[in-house]
């Protein structure tokens, strides 16, 4: 009997993974509306480890309470009750040899709970709020331009974010600089018409990435990891690709190379994998990202074929597959794969709050 690719175990920044299966950061928006993890939470993420997955990521948790919260119910790791919260689920998860990474992220104009956001510029917004998040509907508001003392405040959001996450026995962090969120933002020429140095060439652009990674090695341990995720698509722009495809890839991926993350994760939001930057050079996105950045990677989005995932980490193109909507609907995933059992399809219902939404 041949194993899966997917089965095989891997060094990660020196921690032993004992596989390459993922589990995608999910909001869920069902934490308290003190950003506490719910003990229906902590049943939820119990179940992706005892299922046998190598790496679990957490869904985006706020940084702080100035401006970075998504929604009513996102859980923070901000608050002393948050730390206590996130430390008492990572014991559970870590008890089944899990690694257990938070994701560290602030909604900047995306914020579906502020009333007043901030973003690199006052740009409004692509699409409408999420409605099963909470929140409200509609258009989102007309963002504020970030002055440099916002961006400072924000920076410090993240750093003080990831020093919570070792007091809560995270294994690392993952910044989200994907999906359309205030990284995101200021990656983004369309949302971030900035004349200062956040603004213009792409060095520019990518410097809050770059102050926010350093400014959490500043107050973290060596062997505490700092991943980053990055994406083309956005959760209100899905159809948006980095213009000119492998020119752009390339010039971000230089920034990338410079704060040396200890893994990239490449979102496939709005797309699959197998179609994310095939560009004129043939490669795919995650396969340029490895060979650039040389650090390991994870790709995603709809890698649950376990044919795609296996040709993916046997050519080269990563180290690591994440599942979204596939580990929703199989929290077993690699129990399942080493026992030849079918992977379950995923229905839109397994991606609501949990009910009932506590107070
Ligand atoms: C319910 C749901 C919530 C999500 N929330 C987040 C999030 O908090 N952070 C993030 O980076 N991506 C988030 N995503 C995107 C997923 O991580 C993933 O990129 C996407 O689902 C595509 O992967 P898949 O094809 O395996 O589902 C979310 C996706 C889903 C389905």
Redesign the pocket.
């Known amino acids: 009997m041949t194993t899966h690719p997917i089965l095989a175990s891997f060094e990660l920044a020196s921690q032993f993974v004992k596989n390459r299966a993922v589990v995608?950061?999910?909001?869920?928006a069902s934490a308290t509306l003190q950003g506490v993890p719910t003990a229906a939470m902590h049943a939820y993420y119990e179940k992706f480890a005892a299922g046998g997955f190598g790496i679990i990521?957490?869904?985006?948790l706020y940084t702080d309470t100035v401006a970075s919260q998504?929604y009513p119910h996102q859980p923070g790791i901000v608050t002393p009750a948050q730390i206590t919260g996130w430390r008492e689920l990572a014991t559970k998860v870590k008890a089944h040899g899990s690694l257990f990474i938070a994701?560290l992220?602030h909604a900047g104009a995306l914020s579906q709970h502020l009333t007043h956001t901030q973003a690199p510029s006052v740009v409004t917004p692509l699409g409408t709020k999420l409605r099963s998040y909470g929140g409200g509907e509609g258009p989102f508001p007309i963002p504020a331009a970030m002055t440099a003392t916002d961006i400072r405040i924000a920076v410090e959001g993240y750093a003080n974010a990831a020093k919570n996450a070792v007091a809560a026995g995270f294994h690392g962090v993952?910044v989200?600089a994907?999906?359309g969120?205030l990284p995101d933002q200021f990656l983004t020429a369309y949302t971030n018409l900035r004349e200062d140095e956040y603004g213009g060439t792409i060095p520019n652009r990518f410097r809050i990435i770059a102050e926010i990674l350093a400014a959490i090695r500043k107050v973290v341990s060596a062997d505490f990891m700092v991943g980053l995720?990055l994406?083309e698509g956005k959760?209100n722009d899905d159809h948006y690709r980095w213009p000119d495809g492998a020119v752009t890839a390339t010039a971000i991926l230089e920034e990338v190379i410079k704060v040396a993350p200890d893994y990239v994760?490449i979102?496939?939001?709005g797309?699959?994998?197998e179609k994310l930057g095939v560009y004129d050079n043939n490669e795919s996105l995650t396969g340029m990202a490895k060979r650039m950045v040389k650090r390991p990677v994870i790709a995603?989005?709809?890698?649950?074929d376990l044919a795609v995932a296996g040709r993916a980490l046997q050519e080269g193109h990563t180290d690591f597959i994440?599942?979204?909507?596939?580990?929703?609907a199989n929290p077993d995933f690699p129990v399942r794969v080493a026992a030849g059992l079918p992977v379950l399809p995923?229905e839109r219902a397994m991606?609501a709050p949990f009910p009932p939404l506590e107070a």
Do not use: D
Request: hydrophobic fraction near 35%.
């Open positions: 995608a950061p999910m909001s869920r990521i957490t869904e985006g998504a994701q992220m993952e989200h994907a999906n969120y995720r994406s959760v994760h979102s496939g939001e797309s699959t994998w995603n989005g709809g890698l649950e994440s599942l979204g909507k596939a580990a929703l995923f991606a």
